[in-house]
């Protein structure tokens, strides 16, 4: 079975900036809540328009984050490949 790191690498690779970022943090965030003001500023991203809309919409769609919270937190984890 692919462990979190990994199926956060496929669920990031699926998807357009600024969803894979976005699911990263949230992913590292573990059950936290996150609150949109939050994520843009973690991602330095202004939370309106059609860019961030359509990677909150692409995380929803598929429900990504779930799916990864519910496998582990990713918090004391590396990012893939070295990077963060």
Do not use: C
């Amino acid at each position: 079975m692919a462990s979190v790191a990994e199926r956060l690498d496929v669920w990031s690779a699926r998807f357009p900036s600024p969803a894979p970022q976005m699911l990263r943090y949230l992913a590292a965030q573990g059950p936290r809540f996150v609150t949109v003001d939050e994520l843009a500023q973690a991602l330095t991203k202004k939370p309106t328009g059609g860019h961030w809309n359509a990677g909150i919409a692409d995380g929803r769609r598929y429900r990504a984050a779930e799916l990864l919270r519910l496998s582990g937190n990713l918090a004391d984890r590396p990012g893939p490949a070295g990077r963060e």
